[in-house]
């Protein structure tokens, strides 16, 4: 079970006291009138799946019940850090740079 | 005395006798016994039969890698656990063990027909047999004939057919050091961290004792170690403890057995313990394991590892026999010569599979004791039909063959083919790891990321000269090595030959190898046999070991029970429920509950069971919930609708944020008024529905359905945390605080009128769908005038607290007036009479407003609300989408089938494309026929039409109605 720290908090929680909610920094276009199909499409259902740093919205649903981003790696799964929702990702935290492993079948 | 006990020695306790049963034969062992070392006691090697060619299996090993001695432990009541390795079973009075894999019993097992045809069982031999084109049958034979009987012939013990009444625990613990593993380097650690009174150390081992291998060699020392560390406050010694899996950031399963086998134990405590452990470092002293040596019939019982006969004579005063040959590639075996040799056993000889054998004088110690050491030989069969009787040796020559070279009776043959250390915890946290090569075997290199784990002792390789062996693979044999059968794993039955045959189809990877020829897929991982597999398939294919691949270790290390992972979640325990204030009198009042979420709901009420023994439930049902639409829309109904999701929102924009969260406009509802409210997702689709109501200017109360509640009150907070953080608005979830009593009918006025208090009823002052705060029986109540039956009706919103006596008393005055309370089950047929949807069953996530005919919920002046720019994307807007409409059997007694597919044709063929289905379907009491609701694509524009409904036996013809079927006009409302 993965250790997060909840920005909020301060504190580092076990993983079953939040919900992962999907990717971060995803801007909702509008208004409506002026958004077009594919920009919406886009919106609703385009998201990257990259091997390596990723960040993503957590929600620290069975503690102070607010929202906050994280950069993850996905191969590795170790939380890179985490910051409070509205602010930008840390720049140092950049995709890639994950560690390689060897393919497995 | 049992025939093979030592006269004195080991840890047991031989003035406490046990007696237990094997297969129902009563024996005799001794405190401190495991099962296995009891059996070898009393002479038994054959304990099992092997999976696939059913061979006699006798005890490999004295630990938790014993891939043979599987055994099914049953203690009475329900309480049997198969597969269980006996040399990790401790024994206790009555333990009463069966053998497993045999038909119809050990000694002679029709399975054992498998072996005459092993040659054509080869690897893969499933796929190649039964898995032929589909022109000839093949996957379906395999489906329907084969893999059924190979299914029943194959596996090893049978899981229990009852209920496991067994309780488990579970524990979270938190320490600075977790050191896995109680032997010497263990013990040593965790007795240098502990010196600091203020480091918490976890100490733990699957063993009943501590100690590991100083059990064997140097007991008293143990003891000490022990001693000391259990006088230290700060330090948590967990035996019986088997750490089977480690986790990111130094988490670790461990799976204790609470159970001590010798005391009476209390059936209520629990068995098991799942220890969830956080620690600063982890420290795996989890030791070594020695290798079996791959030569011809290497499987027979009587044939084990050097190191565990050791520790049978000198642990628990066992000789596993009197005639015994050894054939080692290592040093360690020389010990177990002499310590056998002392207890008078005979050592035929040590055949050497080196050159040279040993280091420093060994081998000449050994000659001193006129124990013949053959060097550079291997033995290259055995013969014994249930224990080995006599071994057939061979030379080993420069060209890798062997020759014939003599030969031995002997009741036993211990084999070490050196040490394996056991990393598999270490590689569970992805740790990297490095190729030893003078150890024949990975050991720790680097830990992954955000691990602090070490590794000591035998598991980081630091190991005596004597544990060492760099050889691996199968031994030279004597002419074809395909004409002999030489096992590497032995709990699957993977041979030398399997290995080779499947480098020779083309497998490469030791993954493909492993799938294709289930080598070290066994319930034991593979751990006396990976690195045989690894050596053979490098030798085969000419490349080294690390080229050639490592397959992942995973989680158990040992086979864990289901029961730990369930631990208390079970029964009642399973799942949170919930229930309403007004439960108990409907349990009382007949009430037959349904599961809504994890609430419990009154589905339908039967005052008085049926008498009628004759009359199925079916039938009482629809008879109750008949009655109960009669009482709603003749005289008033009761109903508990404390479970719809409520959430109150406050502050100056408050209606700003539900303006853009629902459809609806909201930001000009007045103070008093509710309005029928619908949500979307961003996509345009409907997802929730309730009433919005405004108690103040900035002070609304909002309903959502009650499987929603919690999913759309964490999606409001996502928009208010995220989206719109800049809105003043406040949201509370309040479900638990109000009860709601819902009161139906055209009589429903009367009932209430005298009871509440400052609130004008008449139709004027407080029309169809208004609020008001009042009171009512003196206790504070929101009142809502809202209908979800089309009937003049009430929901009284009263805090939870203080709901029963006020439904009693409405009970009680309902029943007067020929009312009473009703169901979901009558809701659902009164909604549906006027044609409300129920969300998640009239739609299914693609459905929009327009499509359920509630556009004009939508505001269309809104700039924007959630779901509004979904609804302008071409597909939703598109012609031909399905849309609610009404249907009607043509035999009008009919009731559908909900989920029935509907197609325009009546000789539609099967296949056809359907253009709808039924999302509701109904007897209604107050029509006389049977209604359904459905969508249908351009269902408004067919309103008229016959259309058909393809059952399985017959098609049923319905017409297309309007989905209103009672009161269009709504003059029932407005009473």
Redesign the interface.
């Known amino acids: 079970?993965?250790?997060i720290r909840c920005p909020w908090c301060g504190m580092d929680r076990?993983e079953i006291e939040f919900r992962h909610?999907g990717a971060a920094h995803i801007t909702?276009?509008?208004?409506?009138d002026r958004?077009s199909?594919e920009e919406?499409?886009a919106?609703?259902y385009l998201r990257d799946n990259p091997k390596g740093r990723v960040a993503e919205?957590w929600?620290h649903?069975h503690g102070c019940?607010?929202?906050f981003n994280a950069v993850r790696d996905t191969v590795?799964?170790?939380f890179v850090v985490t910051y409070k929702?509205?602010e930008p990702r840390p720049p140092e935290t950049g995709p890639g740079e994950s560690?390689p492993t060897?393919a497995?079948? | 005395m049992t025939a093979f006990r030592s006269p004195a020695g080991g840890r047991i306790d031989r003035s406490k006798p046990i007696r237990f049963t094997f297969d129902g034969r009563q024996m005799h062992g001794h405190a401190g016994d495991t099962l296995a070392s009891a059996l070898l006691a009393n002479g038994v090697h054959l304990v099992g039969r092997s999976f696939k060619y059913h061979r006699p299996r006798g005890i490999l090993s004295a630990g938790p890698e014993e891939p043979n001695a599987l055994v099914t432990i049953d203690r009475g009541g329900g309480r049997e656990t198969p597969n269980l390795r006996a040399t990790q079973v401790e024994l206790y009075e009555g333990l009463v063990a069966r053998s497993q894999n045999r038909l119809p019993g050990l000694r002679f097992d029709i399975g054992g027909i498998n072996n005459a045809f092993s040659r054509f069982l080869g690897a893969g031999f499933y796929y190649k047999t039964f898995m032929g084109p589909q022109a000839l049958g093949g996957a379906k034979l395999w489906a329907r004939l084969f893999e059924p009987a190979i299914r029943r012939a194959a596996g090893l013990g049978r899981a229990p057919a009852g209920p496991d009444p067994d309780r488990y625990a579970n524990r979270f613990a938190h320490c600075e050091v977790l050191v896995i593993g109680g032997g010497e380097a263990g013990l040593a650690e965790a007795l240098r961290r502990s010196e600091d009174p203020a480091c918490r150390v976890i100490l733990c081992d699957e063993q009943a004792e501590f100690g590991g291998w100083m059990l064997v060699e140097a007991p008293e020392r143990a003891d000490e170690m022990v001693k000391a560390l259990s006088a230290r406050p700060n330090v948590t010694m967990l035996r019986r403890s088997q750490a089977f899996g480690a986790?990111?950031?130094n988490?670790v399963a461990i799976a204790q057995q609470l159970t001590d086998p010798l005391a009476t134990t209390d059936a209520e405590a629990p068995c098991e313990r799942l220890w969830?452990v956080?620690a600063g470092e982890v420290v795996l002293a989890s030791g070594a394991i020695e290798r079996p040596l791959v030569f011809p019939d290497n499987d027979r019982p009587g044939i084990l590892l050097a190191g565990a006969a050791e520790t049978y004579l000198r642990r628990y005063g066992v000789l596993p026999g009197r005639k015994i040959v050894i054939l080692t590639a290592c040093d360690t075996a020389y010990g177990a010569a002499f310590a056998l040799q002392d207890a008078g056993a005979e050592i035929v000889a040590i055949a050497e599979t080196r050159a040279a054998p040993g280091a420093g004088d060994i081998a000449a110690r050994a000659l001193a004791r006129g124990i013949p050491v053959l060097p550079g030989t291997t033995i290259l069969g055995t013969t014994g039909h249930l224990r080995v009787s006599s071994v057939r040796l061979g030379r080993i020559r420069p060209d890798g063959e062997a020759e014939p070279s003599g030969g031995f009776t002997a009741d036993t043959v211990l084999m070490s083919g050196g040490w394996t250390p056991s990393i598999h915890l270490f590689s569970q946290t992805?740790g990297k790891l490095r190729w030893e090569e003078g150890l024949g075997a990975y050991l720790p290199a680097l830990p992954?990321?955000?691990q602090a784990i070490r590794v000591i002792g035998a598991a980081a390789g630091e190991m005596p000269a004597g544990m060492r062996s760099p050889a691996l693979g199968a031994l030279p044999v004597a002419g074809s090595p395909d004409r002999v059968k030489a096992f590497v794993d032995f709990q699957n039955d993977v041979t030398a030959r399997d290995l080779r045959l499947a480098t020779r189809e083309g497998f490469r990877?030791i993954?493909?190898v492993k799938r294709y020829t289930t080598t070290g897929m066994a319930t034991d991982q593979g751990k006396t046999s990976n690195l045989n597999s690894l050596g053979i398939v490098a030798a085969e294919t000419g490349r080294s070991v690390p080229e050639i691949?490592l397959t992942?270790f995973r989680a158990p290390y040992t086979p864990v029970t289901f029961g730990l992972f369930a631990g208390q979640a079970r029964g009642d325990l399973f799942d949170p429920v919930r229930r309403t204030p007004m439960h108990d009198w409907a349990e009382r009042n007949g009430a037959v509950f349904e599961d809504v979420g994890t609430w419990k709901r009154a589905h339908y009420f039967l005052p008085r069971r049926p008498v009628d023994a004759t009359a199925s439930g079916h039938a009482a049902m629809h008879e109750a919930v008949q009655a109960e639409c009669r009482k709603v829309r003749e005289a008033v109904g009761l109903f508990d609708a404390s479970t719809l999701g409520k959430i109150e929102f406050v502050g100056p924009d408050a209606a700003e944020f539900l303006e853009r969260a629902y459809v609806n406009p909201v930001k000009g509802l007045a103070v008093g008024r509710c309005r029928y409210a619908l949500l979307l997702n961003?996509?345009g689709f409907i997802i929730d529905d309730g009433i919005i109501a405004r108690l103040a200017q900035d002070r609304f109360h909002v309903t959502t359905t009650t499987g929603g509640a919690a999913r759309v009150f964490?999606m409001f907070?996502?928009y208010l945390?995220?989206?719109w953080?800049d809105l003043k608005v406040w949201q509370t979830s309040v479900t638990e605080h109000w009860a709601v009593i819902a009161v139906q009918g055209p009589r429903s006025r009367e009932i209430i009128a005298d009871l509440v208090e400052g609130i004008e009823l008449s139709d004027a002052a407080f029309p169809h769908m208004a609020v008001r705060e009042g009171r009512i029986t003196g206790t504070p109540c929101r009142l809502f005038r809202v209908s979800f039956t089309g009937e003049l009706g009430y929901e009284i919103n009263i805090p939870a607290g203080l709901a029963l006596p006020l439904w009693e008393k409405l009970a009680e005055r309902a029943a007067e007036f020929g009312g009473g309370p009703y169901g979901t089950e009558a809701m659902h047929v009164l909604r549906a009479e006027k044609g409300y949807i129920i969300v998640a069953q009239d739609t299914d996530g693609t459905m929009t407003p327009e499509d359920m005919g509630l556009g004009w919920a939508i505001g269309k002046k809104k700039?924007?609300f959630i779901g509004?720019?979904?609804l302008?994307?071409?597909d939703l807007t598109a012609s031909g989408r399905k849309q609610l409409v009404g249907l009607v059997a043509e035999d009008r007694s009919r009731v559908l089938e909900e989920g029935a597919q509907i197609v325009p044709d009546i000789l539609a063929p099967a296949g056809s494309h359907a253009i709808g289905h039924v999302t509701s379907a109904y007897s209604s009491a107050a029509l006389g026929h049977g209604i359904a609701l459905a969508v249908i694509e351009d269902g408004r524009n067919r309103i008229g039409q016959l259309l058909h409904i393809p059952m399985e036996r017959e098609t049923i013809a319905v017409r297309v109605v309007e989905p209103v079927f009672l009161d269009p006009e709504g003059a029932r409302l407005h009473g």
């Open positions: 079970m993965l250790l076990p909610a909702r276009p509008g208004p409506p958004v199909d919406w499409a919106f609703l919205r929600r649903v019940g607010r929202f590795t799964d170790v929702a509205g560690q060897e497995r079948p | 986790y990111a950031q988490f969830q956080r992805k992954a990321p955000g990877s993954e493909h691949g992942t961003e996509a964490g907070e996502d945390q995220t989206e953080p700039p924007d509004k720019r979904g302008m994307r071409p």
